[in-house]
């Protein structure tokens, strides 16, 4: 006689269930609208959808080419259906529709591009495949002339001098925002698009004076509502640009921030049509200038509901010329993309076959989804490629690693110059990579007890701005046996770029009154260091701590206007140590030259390779969870372990015969050079003692199996003979006997 009471329980239970969840949506929404429209200090904190999102299999292609066309070289029913099969052939499954792209300039024909958008989206579904509306939602000024300037009230203003150019209309114009999001709803209504690839959301840039956007009545309102900031109305203040003044911070993080609640807005309203409506959102470098100034950062752009990020700068760049600037910048991607589980989108524009296999494979490495800038592939490897399949499961896949190099925003954020901390960490990642040292890039987020315990050692690049509670983490990282590499003012600030007065973090390990100092640096051998001939001469800035206390060992002093320092330093904390540099070590390896606009890049590598290999492994202290014992010259490759089966995937590239072009100032000549010179020798991690076999597959599907030999119970040793090692192979090892 039990059973009913379970019953009547049972009930309770659901009653009660639904009553919480009723709640807890009540809830919810009141602490929406606590936190909308305008988003006063609201952090995100849900994580994106990536269920609806389904991008892990994304490829894309142009229907037709780029910006400026006309929609119309494709027109009849019969030439669309030839289309949209030519792209289901190649195994394309994401169709972009580009031109009209500045669609303000084209609104007197928008029926007609709304029906024809109508009619290729239906084709392409019928294909099952997915299709992507690419258009600028935000220049009023371009190609065209009808609705040009329609409504000048909207123009972003510069906040300093009150002008304004005929460039970009301000989001945060509540006339605007409706308009907008009305134009893309009705699109979206009219067409059933799957997603949008809305380009220019952002600040307009200075290009005549000194002037910053945007000063608009309804920005300026914003900001104050959302940080209690009053933007000057004095053009002579001396808020302007000044990065020590904290109300000018918090105007550059708001930046950022509102141009990503438009996009919150935008897609809030959207998914109310189409839950699964996805954005492929795109930023340049998230480590110069543009991706604060222009307020796009990659990082607050991933927050956005639905958000697919992407990039867009190797339009701009020769892949071939410039790559290891691409893989550490992809490496960057790739630690939004980890942090959130979800892939990102590159743009891969290919000049030839060569070409394209090589930056198909570093879009591969790097677990990017390709969106391939092009409308007509031909025959040959392009093909091959793109038809091959996915040889390994991203979204199980990680580096095989335990070292971990922090990307901060906060960093970046701190200072004038936003390049202080970007540069020295994509050097150290570009260090890393073309050494084949398996790391990872960290976000802010990822500094917390949770994911630093898979990590043996940090790279921090003057990463000045950390809040408590990181450097909290970072102690006990330290305390369990984590060692540290730090240079400049790592810890010297807060969050939001503050000083506390003293380094809470260095501070903590006698490193106390860092001074920053200014003149020529040079850094000396010493018994630590002391190849022939070595002396680094080094950019101008550099710090000077005091040292408390016996158990900081100096391992090299640098010298500055005739006066010696201490440069660099170690001190072992349990297992493991922190080492601080007084000079920037990154730099050493950056080509930065790119970001300063050059076309080739600068490369430093071969020169300080073994003096950064140095300083890497007197801080990391032990064996690499993967060691390459021989490498071809120019291979570089990607350790990843699947999650899901225990298997390693090793992705290889060749990079053989570019090397001159580091130092060249001419268009790419030389052709990549395969197979590679010599076999390839890596010891990895595989506790146990199976024996596994690796098998080497090549991009167009030529596989062959090659031993892996146990070395102890820890280690495997793997050697795949050179001449099977073309431009880009995937090695697979699988569990053995
Ligand atoms: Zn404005």
Redesign the pocket.
């Known amino acids: 006689m039990g059973r009913p009471a379970i019953v009547i329980k049972q009930k309770w239970e659901i009653y009660t269930m639904k009553k919480v969840m009723k709640m807890a949506v009540l809830l919810g929404i009141v602490l929406l609208q606590a936190c909308y429209p305008a988003a006063k200090n609201c952090v995100v904190k849900e994580e994106p959808d990536k269920k609806s999102m389904d991008l892990w299999n994304f490829t894309g292609m142009n229907w037709s080419l780029w910006n400026r066309n006309t929609r119309e070289q494709i027109l009849s029913d019969s030439e669309m259906e030839k289309r949209a099969d030519y792209l289901k052939g190649l195994g394309v499954n994401t169709v972009f529709i580009n031109g009209l792209h500045f669609r303000l300039s084209f609104l007197d024909r928008n029926k007609r591009t709304l029906e024809q958008l109508k009619r290729v989206t239906a084709i392409c579904h019928a294909r099952g495949m997915k299709v992507i509306e690419h258009l600028d939602l935000t220049i009023p000024l371009y190609l065209g002339t009808s609705d040009m300037l329609k409504h000048p009230e909207w123009l ?2 510069d906040a300093r001098y009150g002008s304004t150019v005929a460039r970009w209309y ?1 989001f ?2 509540p006339d605007f925002q409706k308009w907008s999001i009305n134009y893309l709803k009705d699109l979206l209504r009219k067409t059933d698009v799957d997603g949008f690839s809305l380009d220019e959301v952002g600040y307009s840039i200075s290009r005549i004076k000194e002037e910053i956007f ?1 000063g ?1 009545g ?2 300026r309102k914003k900001l104050k509502e959302d940080t209690r900031v009053l933007l000057s109305e004095n053009s002579n203040s001396l808020f302007w640009n000044n990065y020590d003044d904290s109300a000018w911070r918090r105007y550059v993080k708001w930046r950022i921030t509102s141009k990503r609640d438009y996009m919150i807005k935008v897609s809030d309203e959207l998914r109310k049509i189409r839950p699964d409506i996805f954005f492929t959102g795109y930023n340049t470098n998230f480590a110069n200038v543009y991706a604060r100034d222009h307020g796009g950062c990659m990082w607050e752009d991933s927050k956005v509901p639905n958000m697919f990020t992407g990039i867009e700068i190797w339009v701009r760049l020769s892949t071939t010329a410039s790559f290891p600037f691409i893989m550490a910048d992809l490496k960057l991607r790739s630690a939004i993309a980890d942090h959130w589980n979800r892939p990102s989108w590159i743009i891969v524009t290919p000049e030839d076959d060569e070409t394209f296999i090589f930056t198909w494979a570093m879009t591969r490495m790097a677990k990017q989804r390709p969106w391939i800038n092009k409308t007509l592939i031909p025959e040959g490897q392009m093909k091959k490629c793109l038809a091959a399949p996915p040889f390994m499961n991203d979204e199980n896949c990680r580096i095989l690693t335990d070292i971990g190099v922090l990307f901060s925003t906060q960093a970046r954020d701190a200072y004038k110059d936003s390049s202080a901390h970007g540069f020295p960490v994509t050097g150290w990642l570009e260090f890393l990579i073309m050494n084949n040292i398996q790391a990872d890039a960290l976000m802010d987020d990822d500094l917390n007890p949770e994911i630093l315990s898979k990590y043996r050692l940090l790279i921090l690049p003057n990463s000045s701005a950390l809040s408590e509670k990181q450097i909290a983490a970072l102690i006990s990282f330290i305390e369990k046996g984590g060692s540290v590499i730090c240079s400049l003012e790592t810890g010297g600030l807060n969050e939001n770029g503050e000083s506390r007065g003293s380094n809470l973090f260095l501070n903590h390990y006698g490193l106390k009154n860092i001074k920053m100092n200014k003149g020529g640096i040079k850094l000396f051998p010493s018994p630590w260091y002391d190849e022939k001939d070595f002396s680094v001469t080094l950019n101008d800035r550099f710090a000077v701590p005091e040292i408390d206390g016996k158990d900081f060992k100096v391992l090299a002093e640098l010298e500055s206007q005739g006066k010696r320092y201490p440069g660099i330093m170690i001190k072992k904390i349990g297992k493991g140590n922190l080492l601080y540099s007084g000079v920037e070590l990154g730099n050493l390896y950056f080509m930065n030259e790119i970001l300063k606009g050059g076309k080739i890049p600068v490369w430093h590598g071969e020169k300080y390779a073994p003096f950064l290999m140095k300083i890497l492994t007197t801080a990391y202290d032990g064996r690499f969870l993967s060691a390459p014992v021989k490498v071809p010259d120019g291979l570089i490759y990607y350790i990843y372990k699947d999650s899901s089966n225990g298997s390693l995937i090793i992705q290889t590239l060749n990079t053989a015969g570019r090397k001159n072009l580091f130092q060249g100032d001419g268009p790419l000549k030389e052709k990549i050079t395969y197979p590679a010179n010599g076999g390839m020798v890596v010891d990895i991690l595989y506790p146990g003692s199976a024996r596994p076999s690796a098998t080497v597959v090549q991009a167009d599907g030529n596989g062959r199996t090659v031993e892996c030999k146990r070395l102890d119970s820890e280690y495997i040793r793997l050697d795949v003979p050179g001449e099977i090692l073309k431009t880009y192979s995937i090695i697979r090892i699988d569990k053995g006997e």
């Open positions: 972003q203003i301000c945060n114009n945007c608009c309804y920005c």
